[in-house]
């Protein structure tokens, strides 16, 4: 044996005495972040000061909020971009600006901008754009950058002056030139630079060795205390150099990864030291015990690394660590990341859980739990050692593979409850067991859900089509109990739940007739009462899935629609479902932790039900739990108080004070704007942005944005599918809009104004948090509406008004000054034509007299020869026999009419002459009589013509002088008669119409007719149009001053020469007059 062998034999032991192996047991989960969307190998991670995540990778440094993954890339162009896509390095400065150093030089994020660009060095610096960056520190105005075989650099951001600071006069070797970590010593301003072999410590921009090894340091990190600084080997060696003794360094060494690279460092919260290694998994060392232990990928252990390369470490503000894989993209150690503990089947470990379908549970003395399954039988987990052992009827250990349910009957012995197998009792200790069955005992079927034992020592056991019996043990004694239904339609035998209350009732579920309680009388018969849902004591529903009685004696029923708590005092039971806060109406299983909270499992997740308050938390698969949807009855609490639920994936195992609620509340941050669901970015055409949104808190937009949306995110990064959002917009809308996952606001067509719109978040647990996100919006009018536009309007208009004023009175003068000269030339004028005027009233005067004179003195010499002609018609009337002279009689009577109404006229001429005006006298006038009065007048000039005269029956009664208006119809007929010209058939018609309060008489010949030039004027005095046919001009101009004294109106129409006219004469309808059978009677005043 060598000489050193028993030295290396000791440092063997010595390093396996602080390396712990990894076990299922101790093993920590990790698990993978974004993989869907990130595989890239992380060079280094870090979480800016704004809560995102950066990743750098040897393609470019991605930014992840949790949702969605960016990368910025290498420049194509020498402005935008990376000065190289491998990254090696990256901090954040006091602007919060990242500085990143690449494998080719140094490159900013602009966080403003929102782009990655070329460091601005000025041109005396540029040099270090050649430089392969390996490290980066900034303080102040001082950017300190080591390289890879190039020194120490310090770079003034302000004055752009590069400096290389020399390290030492002892540097070794060109490695002393390769810069692996800058690390101020406790804000200090002098740092502890750390190169392959040694570390240098730099004061005044000139560094001295402080420690010296020969190991080569691959990696190296400050702790957050400032007092240890930590160095990473490539032998998988830690090296820790205690910084409290100023510069007299102490140095530890352990090893924690044999042989491997030491690629990353971090330290946790509670001050281990992370290492991630090359090929050798993560080694956990902990200073306080001192001890090392190492986790690898292992497909026999859930949740073990995802690879076993680890090329970077960081623990993030809200305690996770984050690792960076190579070829594997992200994982996170996080203990809250999964609120329970999962077991399951392990395909690679045959001492684990063998199958996944978990129906029943029962603990034991030693707290060891028998988990019955569906297809694998029993299985019995020491809990200790974590392993489990399997009783089956493939290993001939069981009766059956299929066991749902399980009952201790305190004598040593196990019941086992199968489906098509029957009931096996197990015995504990020697692991023997008999089998009762349909073929060998008392019971009707061999499919067991559930059993119970009561005060007596009676198994109580329910069978599926078998009903339910009972069996003692001790004296074999067994019977049936019949469960009959209110609707008579047989016995129930689908029993699959019972419970033994503490009073002794029997509470059995069944699956299609609802509920039973069953209680024992003194004289040993059963009194059984039926619970369903169309009962009286009403159950959602008649498939019971389980049947609970908590600390505080309440009966509890789960069904397939809804909870159902008993109330002893009323025999009825309340409902508790969806409307009450469920997530879910199917109960699958109903336990209550030592606190009071009962948590029921259903088809969707796991429920936490308070009873006292009514309130609920919700948990589903993302929490751990084996699945959404659980088995019905599998649920247990053990001894230790940790709840057990079983589901068609495993099971879960918790403690109730462990699942805490989630009380971080994640940063909420704006992502985009958008306008017409375009994405609005910097500087671009719109305008309106100088900076990305993220660093905006106020924007302002047109009104010509009508349509603007902004999205926002929760920097959340284990669950973000978990975070519920609402907004509103603050002088818009007065109450939140909750819509759930959804993460963008649209707004369209708003009023111009100021807006607040204000975002908030729930955390993974569903709490909304009271941090609330706010960008204030300005909306800006069109001009027409703004307040300079509405300045210069009225300016405008009442400058415009004093200009048209100044103009109005200008032209006023004007026209003044021309009027007066008018006025002057008129009033001469008018002078004049008084003077004219005054001769002719004068010479008016007297022949008014005259005419006067002329007027009577016609009306003298008139009256006498009508009186003369009236008297001898008179004379000639009492010699004429009417019946044997009718035509002559009709002569006589037309002749005294003529000089009647003739007497009529000369009066009125007389009248006029005297007053200037017609009289009338009015009277309600039946016009078929004035009208047949009209006719007789003209009817001597019919006899020697064939004109034809058709007058309507049934004339209505109008208001008027008797005389006038039979004037105005003589004339009208007289003149239809002259203008007939030589007509073949010539036709006179009397019409009327009624209308508008209004009626029309239409006086219409086939005549001449006339154009409409002498329409226009045929009403105006003296006017003739018709040489051949006799008259004065004067008769139409008559009929039109008597129509318009009746307050009536009359027009000529015709449609030119040779087509006929038609006289339309308009009078004022009388209602009255028409309805009053007086006026047409014998004794009307016309008759």
């Not at 392959?196 to 010296?212: E, I, L, P």
């Not at 859900?449 to 007596?456: E, G, H, L, P």
């Not at 609707?487 to 007739?513: C, E, F, H, P």
């Not at 008004?801 to 021309?818: G, P, S, T």
Request: aromatic share 12%; hydrophobic share 35%; glycine share 8%.
């Amino acid at each position: 044996m060598s000489k050193n062998a028993p030295i290396v034999f000791v440092l063997i032991l010595l390093w396996s005495g602080y390396c712990i192996a990894q076990s299922a047991k101790d093993s920590l989960a990790f698990y993978p972040i974004a993989k869907d969307v990130f595989q890239a190998s992380s060079t280094q991670i870090l979480q800016d000061s704004k809560g995102y995540m950066w990743m750098g990778t040897t393609n470019g440094i991605y930014r992840y909020d949790g949702s969605d993954i960016r990368l910025f890339a290498g420049s194509t162009d020498g402005k935008i971009g990376l000065t190289d896509g491998y990254i090696k390095c990256f901090i954040e400065n006091e602007d919060q600006n990242l500085i990143i150093g690449t494998l080719y030089g140094v490159s900013i994020y602009d966080r403003a901008l929102d782009v990655v660009k070329p460091y601005p060095f000025k041109e005396e610096s540029q040099f270090l754009q050649s430089k392969y960056i390996n490290a980066l520190y900034q303080k102040d105005e001082s950017l300190w950058i080591g390289t890879f075989r190039n020194g120490l650099f310090k770079h003034n951001t302000v004055s752009g002056e590069t400096i290389k600071i020399s390290l030492s006069n002892l540097k070794d070797s060109e490695e002393d030139d390769t810069i692996f970590g800058i690390h101020e010593y406790q804000n200090s301003g002098n740092y502890f630079v750390v190169t392959a072999g040694t570390v240098f410590f730099v004061t005044k921009n000139k560094g001295s060795q402080v420690f010296k090894t020969n190991e080569f340091i691959q990696e190296s990190f400050l702790t957050p205390d400032g007092n240890t600084l930590v160095l990473g080997t490539r032998t998988g060696k830690l090296i820790l150099l205690d910084l409290t003794k100023d510069k007299n360094l102490s140095a530890k060494e352990v090893m924690v990864t044999p042989n491997h690279t030491i690629l990353s460092l971090a330290t946790d919260h509670h001050g281990n030291i992370w290492c991630g290694s090359e090929n050798a998994g993560i080694a956990i060392y902990n200073p306080k015990t001192e001890t090392v232990k190492v986790y690898k990928n292992d497909i026999t252990i859930p949740q073990s690394p995802i690879g076993n390369s680890i090329w970077s470490l960081y623990q993030s503000k809200d305690n996770v660590m984050w690792l960076g894989l190579f070829k594997n993209g992200l994982s996170i150690y996080d203990p809250n990341y999964h609120k329970f503990e999962h077991v399951k089947v392990n395909p690679f470990r045959p001492d684990k859980l063998n199958n996944n379908i978990i129906h029943c549970f029962y603990e034991d003395d030693a707290n060891n739990l028998y988990i019955g399954t569906d297809g694998g039988g029993l299985n019995y987990w020491n809990r200790e050692t974590d392993t489990f052992t399997h009783y089956s009827l493939d290993n001939n250990t069981l009766h059956t593979n299929v066991v749902l349910s399980l009952l201790p009957d305190g004598d040593g012995n196990l019941y086992v409850g199968s489906w098509a197998h029957g009931l096996g009792i197990l015995n504990l200790k020697t692991k023997n067991y008999e089998v009762l069955t349909t073929e060998n005992s008392f019971l009707e079927a061999n499919h067991i859900f559930a059993m119970a034992k009561d005060a007596k020592g009676r198994i109580w056991i329910p069978t599926f089509l078998g009903g339910l019996h009972w069996y003692n043990p001790t004296t074999k004694a067994n019977g049936t109990i019949p469960l009959t239904t209110e609707k008579g339609t047989g016995l129930a035998t689908s029993v699959s739940r019972i419970l033994i209350a503490n009073d002794g009732a029997i509470w059995v579920g069944t699956q299609n007739t609802g509920l039973y309680k069953i209680i024992e009388t003194t004289t040993g018969s059963w009194d059984v009462k039926q619970y369903h849902k169309d009962g009286n004591n009403d159950l959602t529903n008649d498939f019971v899935t389980s049947i609970y009685q908590d600390n505080d004696d309440v009966i509890w029923v789960g069904t397939e629609s809804g909870l159902n708590r008993y109330d002893e005092i009323t025999d009825k039971f309340q409902f508790i479902t969806k409307k009450e806060g469920l997530i879910d109406d199917a109960i699958k299983a109903i336990v209550q932790d030592k606190n009071g909270y009962h948590w029921l499992s259903t088809g969707h997740g796991l429920i936490q039900y308070n009873d006292a308050t009514k309130e609920t938390l919700h948990y589903n698969r993302s929490d751990g739990l084996q699945g959404n949807e659980f088995n019905r009855s599998s649920a247990f609490y053990t001894k230790d108080h940790t709840l057990l639920f079983g589901g068609s994936n495993g099971f879960n195992i918790f403690n109730p004070e462990e699942v805490k609620k989630d009380s971080e509340q994640p940063q909420i941050v704006l992502k985009n704007l958008r306008i017409f669901n375009k994405e609005v970015l910097p500087y671009d055409d719109s305008g309106i942005l100088d900076k990305q949104i993220t660093e905006c808190n106020s924007v302002t937009l047109s009104h010509k944005h009508s349509v603007f949306s902004v999205d926002f995110n929760a920097l959340e990064y284990g669950h973000p599918e978990r975070i519920n959002y609402a907004y509103y917009l603050e002088g818009f809308e007065k109450q939140w809009n909750y819509v759930g996952t959804n993460n963008r606001a649209t707004y369209t067509n708003l009023n111009h104004g100021e807006y607040i719109l204000r975002i908030k978040a729930t955390n993974t647990d569903g709490i909304w948090g009271t941090d609330e996100a706010k960008l204030y919006i300005t909306i800006t009018p069109p001009f027409w509406k703004t307040w300079w536009f509405k300045m210069i309007t009225i300016l405008s208009i009442a400058l415009l008004i004093y200009l048209v004023h100044f103009l109005r009175l200008a032209r006023l003068k004007k026209y003044q000054e021309e009027l007066e000269v008018q006025i002057a030339d008129r009033t001469s004028e008018l002078q004049l034509e008084k003077k004219k005027l005054s001769v002719a009233a004068k010479e008016l005067s007297e022949k008014n007299a005259e005419i006067q004179k002329f007027a009577f003195a016609i009306s003298h010499d008139l009256k006498s020869p009508t009186g003369s002609i009236q008297a001898l018609t008179n004379l000639i009337a009492t010699e004429i026999d009417p019946e044997k002279q009718p035509e002559l009689q009709e002569y006589v009577n037309m002749i005294h009419m003529s000089c009647h109404t003739m007497n009529d006229l000369i009066t009125d001429i007389t009248k006029i002459a005297k007053l200037g005006k017609i009289e009338n006298h009015m009277q309600p006038l039946d016009m078929n009589k004035v009208l047949d009065l009209a006719h007789n007048t003209v009817k001597g000039k019919l006899n020697n013509s064939n004109i034809k005269v058709k007058i309507a029956d049934n004339m209505p009664v109008i208001k008027g002088d008797k005389n006038r208006i039979l004037q105005v119809f003589s004339n009208l007929l007289d003149n239809a008669i002259k203008y007939m010209g030589n007509e073949t058939h010539p036709e006179i018609t009397v019409d009327f119409l009624v209308q508008n309060n209004t009626i029309k008489f239409f006086v219409t010949d086939n005549g001449l007719g006339m154009d409409q030039n002498a329409l226009e004027k045929l009403f105006a005095p003296f006017m003739r149009f018709h040489s051949g046919v006799k008259g004065t001009g004067l008769g139409l101009y008559m009929v039109k001053q008597i129509v318009e004294s009746h307050e009536g109106t009359i027009k000529a129409s015709s449609e030119g020469f040779g087509f006929g006219t038609t006289f339309t004469v308009v009078f004022p309808y009388y209602k009255e007059l028409n309805t009053n059978p007086f006026y047409h009677s014998e004794t009307s005043l016309v008759s």
